[in-house]
């Protein structure tokens, strides 16, 4: 093919981009692997998610002053919600065993194809 | 030999590389104003939850289906889709289709009431509930389980427990179990300044940002080079969309449960008790030398998350006489989804799978 020896400018600039991108996560990679790295990123981390959940105390009490739920409120009370559900399918998964019923009476008719397979000779 | 560049194959160059640019601009434009891209390709149906766990059953969509259900067993931080993206590039759609009657124990983000569970709910309850319900729902007595990353530290722990249960045959893909070997993820959580008490004391849930920030920071500039190679593919729709799938996946991190996060950090990432045999679950040692079923695990040879120091003791650990460790080109995502697992991977897994599930 002529196209061989024509030079691809966009393929050396893809070319670089993975170089660059190899040897600056291995540079990178190998200054946060030190001791003083992991100390700093363990406390930056911890410090900073304790004044998100700071922040987020005092937002939920400027709402309860405001008379709105905040969104922690709103996902216990979507827990508790799921809680339910989920007792009310423990009694019904009892009432299944002590009826008798097919327990996946309620689900929608889904191929239930015979468990027969081989495997097929290569 | 090749001659020289004529006149012609250099203006089709030009033609061409104008064209895209043109193209970049154009659906540059399209892309900041579309939605997220739809996951997904499989029908499904939940047949269990409670809470934080949910356990659906793809519909099958083989005229027949070999005898022994597999019921998949997802990493606790990542949603269960990245096994299921697109028709065409889906792992559950490819194991309906070669005839297997699959299962997924999936994660919901856990509440707030939900801190307290610890690696004893997931190994001693959710993972024996969800195989007892697969039971009920195929009709079948023997199950294979095969589990993505956390979820096969998880099922590993179960299997240990568990050496007479239901189980016939065990599948791990890219697995840690060696957790000094965890290269910076072991530096971040060292104890000598990772107050991980003081973490979850706080905050009760670990948040999804913390977990997705100790994933970047294990390729730092991956991100930036990242949105370069977007931008560079923009004027193919198909690569596009298959970045905007794996980012939004990637970005759609699940917080984990407090005393969870506690037990895995000093358990596991301090006290590496699977390797040292020190870990107790529930009361009880967990031995990975138990596990006597069938065993296969696949590990990439370029995971930068678990890389092979973390997950190669398993094989040698596991008391199996059937038992394989198989090294496949590709990374700790692109292992399961992706082109490259659908030319590596997954007919690995069904060649070794369809003689066991009779």
């Known amino acids: ?122 | 030999m090749s001659s020289a560049p004529t006149e012609e194959s250099v203006a089709a160059r030009v033609t061409a590389t104008v064209e895209r640019a043109i193209q970049r601009n154009i659906k540059g434009l399209e892309y900041f104003g579309s939605a997220a891209p739809v996951v997904g390709a499989c029908e499904r149906d939940l047949i269990h939850s409670r809470g934080t766990m949910l356990l659906y059953h793809y519909r099958p969509l083989a005229d027949e289906i070999y005898r022994i259900p597999v019921l998949l067993v997802m990493a606790t931080s990542s949603r269960g889709y990245i096994l299921d993206l697109a028709p065409g590039q889906s792992f559950v759609e490819f194991l309906l289709k070669r005839g297997y009657d699959v299962y997924m124990l999936d994660w919901a983000p856990p509440t707030a009431a939900e801190k307290t569970l610890d690696l004893n709910t997931y190994v001693n309850d959710f993972i024996p509930d969800c195989i007892e319900k697969v039971q009920a729902d195929s009709g079948e007595t023997d199950v294979t389980l095969a589990a993505y990353c956390m979820g096969g530290v998880l099922s590993t722990m179960y299997m240990a427990l568990n050496p007479d249960g239901p189980v016939v045959n065990f599948v791990c893909f890219t697995t840690p179990i060696n957790w000094h070997g965890m290269g910076l993820f072991s530096s971040f959580s060292d104890k000598r300044w990772f107050d991980v008490d003081r973490l979850v004391d706080s905050l009760g849930n670990v948040p999804p940002e913390v977990v997705v920030a100790s994933f970047d920071m294990l390729r730092p500039v991956s991100r930036i080079a990242g949105n370069i190679r977007l931008w560079d593919n923009m004027w193919n729709d198909e690569a596009v969309k298959a970045y905007r799938r794996l980012e939004r996946w990637g970005n759609d991190t699940l917080p984990l449960a407090g005393e969870y996060f506690r037990d895995t950090t000093k358990k596991l990432m301090w006290e590496n008790g699977l390797v040292e045999r020190t870990l107790e679950v529930g009361g009880r040692r967990v031995d990975i030398g138990n596990i006597k079923v069938p065993f296969l695990h696949v590990v990439a040879e370029h995971d930068h998350i678990v890389p092979y120091e973390a997950s190669s003791p398993l094989v040698k650990m596991v008391g199996s006489t059937d038992k394989e460790e198989v090294i496949l080109k590709g990374g700790h995502v692109s292992l399961v989804a992706g082109a490259n697992a659908q030319k590596r991977l997954w007919p690995r897994l069904d060649q070794w799978l369809q003689e066991r599930s009779l």
């Open chain 1, 1 to 122: 093919m002529s196209d061989a020896k024509l030079p691809d400018p966009a393929a050396m600039l893809r070319d670089m981009l993975g170089q660059w991108e190899k040897t600056s996560n291995e540079a990178m990679t190998q200054l946060m692997a030190t001791n003083e790295f992991g100390r700093a990123m363990s406390q930056m981390t911890t410090m900073s998610l304790e004044a998100k959940n700071n922040f987020s105390e005092i937002f939920g009490k400027v709402l309860t002053g405001m008379n709105l739920p905040s969104r922690d409120e709103l996902l216990t009370v979507a827990t508790q919600i799921r809680d339910v559900d989920a007792r009310l399918d423990r009694i019904e998964a009892l009432l299944v065993k002590l009826t008798g019923a097919s327990p996946v009476a309620e689900r929608p008719a889904i191929p239930r194809p015979p468990r027969t397979r081989k495997p097929v000779k290569s």
